[in-house]
Structures are given as structure tokens and as C-alpha cells.
């Protein structure tokens, strides 16, 4: 993967972690309350549901660097409308914009240059190039958040950490107009297949390998595991804090999870170069691993121990993400690849709603205590389920071979 590749990946996930921080700050001095701000969230989350799919077919048909550039387009329309909006209608218009963004941008580039890389090294190079992909966006998210917090502190106005956006952005779309070449998907000579074929095609990719559909689905329980996490731990932590660190101890911790995910992403890399054929292996013991530290967090209530296992959380999220991203691109054919890792995307989304109505519904009752040791307990038990299930259909093939060759 080149560097100007590496550079667009990690820039375009810096511009996303400018904002992160303190978007809801933003959209609370801008025109939304309390009441209106979990709306305004959710109208976000369903257009990025209604677009993942659409985009992903848009990207194999049409071209990914094509899509990859739409989505800039609308980034940048969205952060402008947030720089100058003062009441809810453009609110709303700039978060369905972003979700229109966010979905148009999963995926794409990565199965470009994927395909790119898999045409120009052959298959051996996936976990390099997945691992690569995966630590230029958790490093260019860490450094966000930690831009983002600085700036957020220069004046209540937050327009340094928007426009800071916009350039990002712009940069970007520039190095990728410039700095990307993208052959034609479908040539002069190739007909470009309808919809439906192309949907039916990817159906029979997913369900042609027996482990394909169960990696899919971890998605979705990945989604549900995070979204409890990622929704309580700032209350939580300053609980069990000393009240006289103050809130800045919550952008370390952010800029700690994001980097010992990178780190993750690179063990994993060395992983899968020393033990390859293994991504299976490491990707379930890396998410029965991440299940376990969630458990051990929810019961323990130390301030050191909760720092230490919130990172171990995402140091395994990471080991396990780019074992997954492996395999799912080692199973996906190049014409299918971004639909099928809008698949992935839509999947981990939806996990991601549930969780957040799962925890609305459940925590008067079971307090976060209880809803970490679910979703913990649901991330392990679904695990050891599959890996069972795919053990026993291993099992079963191999006597059934057995048979056939003693009867020949």
C-alpha cells in the first residue's frame, strides 16, 4: 500500500476525530436540548442503515473511488451547514448529510486499494494490508480526538475544530482526486451486471463458505457489545475517579482506546504473518478475551483497574478486527468486495441500535453493571457457540471422508 494511500486513510479518519469529542456539545450550542439531541442522533443512525447497502452496490458498479468522493462531498456540505446552523430543520439536515457520508465512505477505498493490493501481491498480503488499513484509522482517530480536545478548549465556539474539519476534508478528496488511480470495474467490452445479479451473486459468495455467514453475524453482536460501552464508560469512569482530575483524564482514556486498538491491529498483523491460515483462531480467542475484560469491568470498581480493562477491551477489539477484516475479504471476489463490507457495516450498525434500545429499556433496572455483564456474556457465549458448531461440522466432514474412502 502506498504512502499517499496510507495518508488519505489516516487523514480522513483524523477529520473524523476532530469533531468527535465534542459533537453533541456542537449540536447543543447550535439549536438542539436535551430532549431533541437523542433525535437528532438517531436520524444519523437511520440514514446511515438506509444508505450502507445502496452505496456498497453503488461503489462495485460504478466505481469505488467514485463513491469514496461523493462521500466527501457530503461531508463537506454537512460540516459547512454545522458551521453556520442555529436551529434544529439545519441540524437535522447536517446529521442526515453526514450519515449519508458515513455510509457512502465504509468501505469503498478499503476495497479499492484491497483489490489493488491483492492484484499487484497476491492473497499473502491481506493481513498486511488489512492490519495497515486498520491502524492508519485508529491512529488517525486518536490524534483527532486529541486535536479536537485542544481545540475545544481555545473558546465555546467549537468553529476552530469545524473548520479544521473542512480542510481535512478537503485535503483528502484533493490526494485522492490526484493520488488514486482506479481501473474500470466493468470495460468497454463488459456489460455492467443488473442489480439483481448483483445481489444474488453476493448472496451466493456469503453463503458459500460455511464460517462466511457466522462472521457477518459477529458484527452484529460486535455492534451490541460496544454500543454499552462506548454509551456509559465517562459516567462510570468519573464515578470512580478523583473528582479533582476533571474531565480532561476522559480525552486521555479516549486517545488510549483508540491507540491500543492500533496496537491490537499490529499484533494481530504479526499474528497472522507467524501463524497464517490461523485468522479464525485469533479471531475468536481475541473476542471471547475482549467479553471476558468487559465481565471483569463490570464487577470490579477501581478507577486503575477500570483504565487498565478499558483498554485491554479495545486492544482485543483490534487483535480481533483485522482477523476478521481478513477473513472477510479472503472470501469476498473483487467485483463483490465493498457490497460485502457494506454488509459487514450495516450488520455492525444495527447491533449498534440494538444495544442503544437493549440499554434504554434495561438500565433502571439492571444499572450498567448488569448491561455490561449481557453484553459481555452474549459476546463470549455466541463465540463459543459458532466455534463449536463449525468444530462439530469439521468434525463431521472429515469422518464422512473417512467413510468414503474406507467404502471405495
Not at 479544521?164 to 488514486?180: D, E, K, P
Not at 486503575?304 to 472470501?331: D, K, R
Request: glycine share 10%.
Amino acid at each position: 500500500m502506498s504512502k499517499t494511500k496510507q495518508l488519505i486513510i489516516f487523514l480522513n479518519y483524523t477529520s473524523l476525530g476532530i469533531l468527535l469529542p465534542v459533537l453533541n456539545l456542537i449540536l447543543l450550542k447550535k439549536g438542539a436540548d436535551l430532549k431533541t439531541l437523542p433525535l437528532l442522533i438517531a436520524s444519523y443512525s437511520a440514514t446511515v442503515l438506509c444508505f450502507e447497502l445502496p452505496s456498497g452496490i453503488c461503489a462495485d458498479l460504478y466505481g469505488r473511488k467514485t463513491v469514496f468522493l461523493i462521500s466527501g462531498i457530503c461531508q463537506l456540505l454537512s460540516v459547512s451547514l454545522l458551521l453556520f446552523s442555529q436551529n434544529l430543520i439545519w441540524l437535522f439536515c447536517c446529521l442526515v448529510l453526514n450519515g449519508i457520508s458515513r455510509a457512502f465512505s465504509s468501505g469503498s477505498l478499503d476495497a479499492l486499494i484491497v483489490d489493488q493490493a491483492l492484484a499487484k501481491r497476491g492473497e499473502e498480503c491481506l493481513p498486511d494490508v488489512t492490519s495497515r488499513l486498520a491502524i492508519m484509522e485508529q491512529t488517525g482517530l486518536a490524534l483527532g480526538c486529541i486535536l479536537g480536545g485542544f481545540l475545544s478548549s481555545l473558546g465555546d465556539s467549537y468553529n476552530a475544530n469545524i473548520l479544521l474539519r473542512i480542510t481535512l476534508t478537503a485535503v483528502t478528496m484533493g490526494l485522492c482526486i490526484f493520488g488514486i488511480k482506479e481501473v474500470r470495474i466493468f470495460g468497454s467490452g463488459t456489460k455492467r451486471p443488473n442489480i439483481a445479479r448483483h445481489l444474488k451473486e453476493g448472496f451466493v459468495t456469503v453463503f458459500s463458505k460455511r464460517d462466511f455467514p457466522f462472521i457477518l453475524a459477529g458484527m452484529l453482536f460486535t455492534g451490541f457489545f460496544i454500543t454499552p460501552i462506548e454509551t456509559y464508560w465517562q459516567p462510570v469512569y468519573l464515578k470512580l475517579s478523583d473528582s479533582s482530575q476533571g474531565t480532561w483524564m476522559l480525552g486521555v482514556l479516549s486517545f488510549v482506546g483508540f491507540f491500543l486498538a492500533a496496537a491490537g491491529n499490529s499484533l494481530c498483523r504479526r499474528l497472522l504473518i507467524k501463524y497464517p491460515g490461523r485468522q479464525w483462531r485469533i479471531y475468536s480467542i481475541s473476542r471471547v478475551l475482549g467479553g471476558s475484560a468487559l465481565l471483569i469491568l463490570a464487577l470490579f470498581q477501581s478507577a486503575w483497574i477500570f483504565v487498565i480493562l478499558y483498554g485491554g477491551i479495545y486492544l482485543f477489539l483490534g487483535t480481533g478486527g483485522v482477523a476478521e477484516n481478513t477473513l472477510i475479504n479472503q472470501y469476498t471476489p473483487g467485483p463483490l468486495r465493498a457490497s460485502v463490507l457494506s454488509v459487514g457495516s450495516f450488520l455492525l450498525q444495527t447491533g449498534s441500535m440494538f444495544g442503544s434500545v437493549y440499554s434504554s429499556l434495561t438500565v433502571d433496572r439492571i444499572d450498567v453493571t448488569g448491561l455490561w455483564l449481557t453484553s459481555g456474556g452474549v459476546l463470549i457465549g455466541y463465540t463459543f457457540l459458532i466455534t463449536l458448531l463449525l468444530m462439530a461440522q469439521k468434525k463431521k466432514i472429515n469422518l464422512y471422508d473417512i467413510e468414503s474412502f474406507e467404502n471405495s
